[in-house]
């Protein structure tokens, strides 16, 4: 009898004055999953100089998508469950801050990234990148999972040059007709034998061969287009099965020893057909699941700021430092994040002595000087900066959700509604560099492709203080809306439309039929530039310190912030300067063509 435990472990909130202390990310998966979880110290020696095939999955834990995508890599771990003389799985949580120097090693940028490695792999080799396509939904992408793990096997099985490393690997390339003929005058009928008959597009033969090889039972491949074009009447192929093309066959002797051949499926339904190869010698793996014992969802009447600097300390020390190498080679993104990092020690009113200002405005003091910088330097860069804690408002029912996600949305709407108080026009100047940002240095790849797609919609020439502030909470809310019933979505922490009723009442007014809500943006506005203003948030517990007063603006600051160049939020391409260098030189052109004449 198989059982299933399910596993309840309650998270009790902890006292405010130990949320500060360092939280290791939560895996995705467990050992029970059926794959590999590997670690910075298990990584090289497990892949390398391996005899089978392997793929890794390179995620993080507080990636949506990754999150999305996890249940389908536990299914595809089961169903290859018996190909494991040739084929193993691994995965390695990079959001893990242990783990960010070896996935940086293997170049890994997004999340999630997926390499494959061949048998006998060796160093430098950080494998072969197989892309999640947009298109392709998480479901999709695993049953083509199954079928590039059969082509790697298939390549590694032809290689003559690892041929003398491949213990007894199968053969799944087709058999020829005269080998099946001569098969049936030869065929032991004490061994279940299976011929599939199939097109070369066809992957359910080599699937069979692989899950079926330590089981006794032989299987070969015919291809169907030599056996038409021969005219064999071996088979006994009658319409049906020529319409279905896929047709698994057996040989046995019939009450007179005659051979003839009996249909064992008709695989109306492929997967319900192999499901009762593969699957019935497979337990049901426990399970656990965390749970609060809060019932209801509080309400988060004021930002922390323990999660702002949370995102931008994993910002810096994690995300940004996974594709400093690859992003750096173009000098327009290293003029983006230096606005970006600009805009985040200017319009926050950071502590001279505090380590992310420290930090920030060291990195963003090289950058105005230098054009190169590598991991090697950024590393350097980052050290001084304590370990991420624990989220407060952003605080998730379960260790992998909200967190991260969370603390930037909310670092972003602070910036706006901040800088606001520096100048009207300085919210859209930080509202530009995050969304300059956010598509090149956010880790999850979707996520990052999804924001670029709203960016697009911004009309930069219409856009003023409050427009900025209002295009980011509709931006967010979108999100909110498209994410509601996702799986990287906190069941105790539904997503919803903001700022939900309880905290803004007028916020919202009902249409004519008094039905439809809608919101009174301007009451939005308003709500939004009190909720995020300085005065709001929640000061303690502080990794770094703060200044009290918003209106002590760095002059320094202000000034490397009006100089720094970028580019124009206006079609034309002209900042400020360059506006007034162009108008000086008509100037001076229109007097001396005037003086000739």
Known sequence: MKFSFLILLYIQYADLSGLSETVVPISLYEEGDGLTILTADTIKSTIYNSPKVWVVEMYSSWCGHCIKLAPYW???????????????????????????????????????????????????????????????????????????????????????TLSNKLDNWPNLNFSSLKFIEELFNSIDYKTPTFIVLEDKESYIGRELILSLWNRGIKVYR??????IAAKSQLL??????????????????????????????????????????????????????????????????????????????????????????????????????????ISVSHYLPWSYD????????????????????????????????????????CLGSRPHLRGYPCGLWTLFHTLLVNAQLVGEHHSVEALKSITDFVPRYFGCRNCAENFGKMVKTIDWRRMDGDSAVMWLWDAHNKVNVRLKDDESSDPLHPKQLWPPH???????????DGNKVSFN??????????????????????????????????????ERLSNFKYRSLSTSGLNDYDFTLWLFISLISFIIVKQKK
């Open 74 to 160: 536990r299914d595809f771990a089961s169903s290859v469950a018996s190909w494991n003389d040739f084929f193993s799985i691994g995965a390695i949580n990079c959001g893990d801050e242990s783990y960010t120097k070896i996935c940086m090693e293997y170049k890994v940028t997004y999340y999630p990234t997926v390499r494959w490695f061949l048998p006998n792999s060796q160093l430098p080799d950080i494998g072969e990148e197989i892309a999640l396509k947009r298109t392709e939904l998480p479901s999709e992408f695993a049953e083509n999972l199954r079928q590039i793990a059969v082509d790697k096997i298939e390549i590694a099985a032809n290689d003559p």
């Open 354 to 393: 505090g380590s992310i200002y420290l930090t920030l405005d060291k990195i963003s003091k090289y950058l105005e000087f230098s054009d190169e910088i590598n991991s090697t330097i950024w590393l350097d860069f980052v050290s001084d900066l304590p370990s991420p804690g624990s989220y407060i408002g």
């Open 222 to 227: 015919l291809d169907f287009d030599e056996y």
């Open 502 to 512: 309880e905290l803004c009442q007028t916020c919202y007014y009902k249409s004519e």
């Open 236 to 341: 006994y192929v009658n319409s049906k099965v020529v319409e279905g093309i896929y047709q698994f066959i057996s040989a046995n002797p019939d009450d007179d020893g005659a051979r003839k051949i009996k249909y064992l499926s008709k695989l109306n339904n492929l997967s319900e057909s192999l499901k009762n190869i593969k699957y019935d010698s497979l337990s049901i793996n426990s399970s656990k699941i965390h749970l609060s014992h809060v019932n209801k969802t509080p309400l988060i009447t004021h930002p922390y700021l323990i999660d702002i600097e949370n995102a931008i300390i994993y910002s810096l020390k994690t995300d940004i430092s996974s594709k400093i190498d690859v992003l750096s080679v173009d000098i327009e993104n290293i003029h983006i994040l230096n606005r970006f990092i």
């Open 521 to 558: 943006k301007k009451s939005v506005l308003n709500f939004i530039n009190n909720y995020y203003n300085w005065n709001n948030i929640a000061k303690k517990p502080s990794l770094q310190g703060f200044v009290k007063y918003h209106n002590k603006v760095k002059s320094e600051n202000n």
